[in-house]
């Protein structure tokens, strides 16, 4: 009888965790996209800046492309967060862009660290599960 309780918490623990694994795994998917968009918005602000093309392409989207002239060439606006929104150098822009990547990366090695954990937890319990039946 202890036995029989002991494998239904440990099944209990197994969904859980599988869940959160679950959860976890689409936390990893968001960052990876957030990392793929700074690296991609600071490659398309440095080819900006040196091309010094008096037009740019400017992607609106829904396949959607408009070309534009920059009103202030080397200056872009920035949001920083809760709808503000600054004007900054595309020099600093660039170093806030690597800055916000070098977080999202230290981020996504986290959390790939918490769900290697987690992946052996499920192991062991998975083992467990097996020998009981």
């Known amino acids: 009888m202890a036995q029989d309780q002991e494998m239904q918490k440990k099944a209990m623990e197994f969904r859980m965790l599988q869940e959160r694994g679950a959860a976890m795994q689409g ?33 609106l989207g829904a396949g959607v492309i408009v070309k534009a002239k920059p009103l202030s060439p080397g200056r872009v606006l920035v949001e920083e967060g809760a709808g503000v929104v600054l004007e900054k150098d595309a020099k600093d822009a660039m170093r806030q862009l690597e800055q916000r990547r070098a977080k999202l990366i230290q981020a996504f090695d986290s959390f790939n660290s918490q769900l290697s954990k987690l992946s052996e937890r499920l192991d062991v319990l998975r083992a467990d599960l097996m020998q009981y039946r």
Do not use: D, R
């Open 27 to 59: 936390q990893l998917t968001a960052l990876k996209n957030l990392i793929e968009e700074a690296e991609s918005t600071s490659k398309s602000l440095e080819a900006l800046c040196a091309t010094g093309q008096e037009s740019v392409l400017f992607p």
